[in-house]
C-alpha cells in the first residue's frame, strides 16, 4: 500500500444490460451503397478506354492552395462514435457496436463487421460474443475513453497521419452531448501526439440543419480553433461538411440552402471542405442535378468512394474516367482536389492484402491531387477502417463469420494498414518514387519472411496468480488494464511472486511494471528478478534481481525491463525480494511485450 493512503480496488464496469433500447435509424446511411449501379456504371462508362500508362499521365495539376494541413496532407475520417455500457458516456449505451443500443453486442445483436485489435487500450468492456479463437475474451473499447482516443491519434503520429477529420452529426438530439464530448477527447489527443484535427460536420438526416449548423459552430465548436492543434488552411481554420448534393432521402435540402451555408461559413473566416457524391461534376447517379454552384463554392471537394469502386479495375476505370476530368474541373475553377483512398471492405474481400489501397494512392499521385482523404480510420462498423484491426482467426470470435485481415491467405500485421497509409502518405509528399508495386510489406520483422512479432501487451486480462496476497488485492488487479488497482503480497514475508499465464509460448523481450500512478505512492525502490517457464514449474531467470525505482514523478510510476535478447515462454513470473517502501511485493501493471 502507499506510504499515506489506502487505494482500494475500483469494481468492475458492470456488465449488467440497461432496459432495451434499440439504435435509432437514418434511413440511407452515409456509410452504405447508396446506388446499385454506381460501380457498373463507372464500368460502362469506362468501357471506351482504360487508364493511361504512367508515362502517359498528365503532369501535376497546379496547387489552387499552397500545402498547409490538409493540402498536400494525409487526413482521415474520425468517426469517433464507439461507446459500451458502464463506460461513463451520456448516451448510456453499445453506441454503433450493437443494433440494439441497451444490449452489448452479440452474434444476434450487433453491427461489427470488422473486429478490433484492442490489446492497447488501457480499458475494454465485455461483449456477449463468445470468446476469440485464442481463447481471449471478446472485448470492445470505448471512443468515450480517452486513453482510446489518445492510443488512436498516438498510431496517427507513429504512422505519418497528419490531420484527422472529427465526425459531428446533427448534435440536437440524444446523441449530443457524447458528441460534445468526443471534440474535447479529440482535442486532447491531437495537442499531445502533434496531429492536427478539424471539425467536420456530416448533414445526414439533419432536418434543420441550415440554421442549426450555424448555431453550434457559433455556440460550440467555433471555440476549438483556438487550439494549437486545429487544423489552418490559407490562414483559416478548416470546417467540412459532408452531404450536400446526394440523391438520397435524408439529404433534401435545396441548392440555394447548402449554398447559403457555404458561403456563411467562409463568411466567418473558415477555409470550407466539402464531402460531395462522387459525380459531383456530372449531376448523375449518386448526386443531384443542379448543384454545380454549391460544389465550385467549396475551398476544396472530397468525393465520396465508400461502395464505389472494389478491385484494382475499378480504380483504373475511375482514374481514367472520373478522377483525372474531376481534377481538371478542380484546377479550372480554382478549388483543391481531395479524392477518398480506401482499404475496402475487409468483411466483402475487397481489400487484396493492400493491393487495392496502393492503386488508389499510385492513381491519385500521377492525377496531381491536393490532398487524399482517407475513408476511415475507425469504421469497424463497416469494414472500411484501416486502425489496428484482428489479424487472425484466432483474433475473431469463434464461430462469428468475421473475416480477418489474412481473409485471403496473406498474413497482414494488425497494423497493416496503418503502415500502407503511412507509405501512401510519402508518395503523396514525394518522399519516395512514384511506383505501381506496393512498397509495404504485409508483416514486418524478423528478417522480413517470418511472421511479425505479437504486438501489444500480451499479459493484458491472460491468468495471473501470485504466492499470495494481501486481503483483496489480488493478483488479476495487476494485469486488468486499470493503472488504479494493484496487487499486494502478504506483508512481511519476503520473497514473493506474481506470474501471468500468456497462454501459450510466446517471445518476450520487455516489461513494464507499474504501481499507481498517485501521489500517495511515495517513491520506492522494489527488488525484482523477472524469470520464464514453458510448463509453469521449471523457471530461468530473464533478468537478475535489481532494485528498480518506482516514482511517481517520473514515467507515471512505472518502470521498464529490456531483456537482453528475446526469450520464449509461456509463464512470466515476477519476483520481488525487497522494498523500500512497504514491506510487500506491489505491482498495479504487469504488461509483458515481444519488442524491445
Not at 474531376?326 to 475487397?350: F, K
Amino acid at each position: 500500500m502507499p506510504m499515506s493512503a489506502s487505494v482500494p480496488t475500483p469494481a468492475p464496469p458492470s456488465e449488467t444490460a440497461h432496459e432495451p433500447a434499440t439504435a435509432p435509424s437514418s434511413g440511407l446511411r452515409r456509410r452504405t451503397f447508396v446506388a446499385g449501379t454506381l460501380v457498373a456504371g463507372a464500368v460502362a462508362a469506362a468501357a471506351g478506354g482504360t487508364a493511361r500508362a504512367a508515362e502517359d499521365a498528365p503532369a501535376a495539376a497546379p496547387l489552387a492552395s499552397p500545402p498547409g494541413d490538409v493540402v498536400g496532407k494525409i487526413t482521415v475520417g474520425y468517426q469517433g462514435w464507439f461507446a459500451c455500457s458502464g463506460d461513463g458516456a451520456p448516451i448510456d449505451g453499445w453506441w454503433h457496436w450493437s443494433q440494439n443500443w441497451g444490449q452489448p453486442p452479440s452474434p444476434s445483436n450487433t453491427a461489427i463487421v470488422s473486429w478490433p485489435d484492442v490489446s492497447e487500450y488501457a480499458h475494454t468492456y465485455r461483449s456477449a460474443y463468445p470468446a476469440l479463437g485464442n481463447g481471449k475474451p471478446a472485448n470492445l473499447f470505448s471512443s468515450y475513453d480517452q486513453q482510446t482516443v489518445d492510443t488512436h491519434f498516438r498510431w496517427m503520429r507513429e504512422y505519418g497521419i497528419d490531420t484527422a477529420a472529427l465526425q459531428r452529426f446533427n448534435p440536437n438530439g440524444g446523441e449530443g452531448a457524447t458528441r460534445d464530448a468526443m471534440a474535447e477527447k479529440v482535442r486532447l489527443a491531437a495537442e499531445e501526439h502533434g496531429r492536427k484535427f478539424y471539425i467536420m460536420y456530416d448533414a445526414t438526416g439533419w432536418t434543420n440543419m441550415q440554421p442549426e449548423m450555424k448555431a453550434d459552430w457559433l455556440s460550440k465548436m467555433r471555440a476549438y480553433t483556438d487550439s494549437s492543434a486545429y487544423a489552418y488552411q490559407n490562414g483559416k481554420p478548416v470546417v467540412g461538411i459532408w452531404g450536400f448534393g446526394f440523391n438520397e432521402p435524408n439529404k433534401t435540402w435545396s441548392a440555394e440552402v447548402c449554398l447559403d451555408v457555404v458561403n456563411w461559413f467562409k463568411d466567418q473566416g473558415c477555409y470550407v471542405m466539402g464531402g460531395v457524391p462522387t459525380h459531383w461534376r456530372r449531376g448523375v447517379e449518386d448526386s443531384r442535378a443542379g448543384y454545380m454552384d454549391v460544389y465550385h463554392a467549396f475551398d476544396m471537394l472530397s468525393p465520396w468512394m465508400v461502395g464505389r469502386i472494389g478491385s484494382v479495375a475499378d480504380a483504373d476505370n475511375f482514374y481514367a474516367n472520373v478522377n483525372t476530368p474531376d481534377q481538371a474541373d478542380c484546377t479550372a475553377n480554382g478549388v483543391d482536389y481531395q479524392p477518398c483512398v480506401l482499404p475496402g471492405d475487409l468483411q466483402g474481400g475487397a481489400r487484396a492484402h493492400g493491393d487495392f489501397m496502393w492503386r488508389q494512392f499510385y492513381n491519385m499521385k500521377r492525377v496531381g491531387v491536393q490532398g487524399i482523404y482517407i475513408s476511415m480510420f475507425d469504421e469497424y462498423n463497416e469494414a472500411n477502417q484501416i486502425a489496428k484491426t484482428a489479424a487472425t482467426a484466432a483474433d475473431v470470435p469463434a464461430g462469428s463469420g468475421i473475416k480477418a485481415l489474412d481473409e485471403d491467405g496473406t498474413p497482414c500485421s494488425s497494423d497493416y494498414y496503418l503502415r500502407l497509409t503511412g507509405d501512401g502518405g510519402k508518395l503523396l509528399k514525394g518522399e519516395i518514387p512514384l511506383t505501381e508495386t506496393r512498397p509495404t510489406p504485409t508483416v514486418v520483422g524478423n528478417g522480413g519472411g517470418e511472421p511479425e512479432l505479437p504486438t501489444g501487451d500480451l499479459a493484458l486480462l491472460r491468468g495471473a496468480t501470485a504466492s499470495g496476497q494481501t486481503q483483496g488485492y489480488g493478483p488479476g488487479n495487476a494485469v486488468d488494464g486499470d493503472p488504479r488497482s494493484y496487487w499486494e503480497s502478504p506483508n512481511n514475508s519476503f520473497p514473493q511472486w506474481i506470474q501471468v499465464d500468456l497462454g501459450e509460448s510466446r517471445p518476450v523481450r520487455r516489461l513494464v511494471l507499474s504501481l499507481p500512478p498517485d501521489t500517495a505512492w511515495e517513491k520506492r525502490t522494489q527488488t525484482v528478478e523477472v524469470l520464464g517457464s514453458a510448463d509453469g514449474s521449471a523457471f530461468t531467470s530473464l533478468s537478475a534481481p535489481a532494485g528498480r525505482v518506482f516514482d511517481p514523478a517520473k514515467d507515471a510510476n512505472s518502470v521498464t525491463i529490456t531483456l537482453a535478447s528475446t526469450a520464449n515462454a509461456r509463464y512470466v513470473r515476477v519476483r520481488i525480494t525487497a522494498n523500500t517502501g512497504w514491506p510487500a511485493g506491489q505491482l498495479a501493471g504487469l504488461a509483458v511485450y515481444a519488442t524491445s
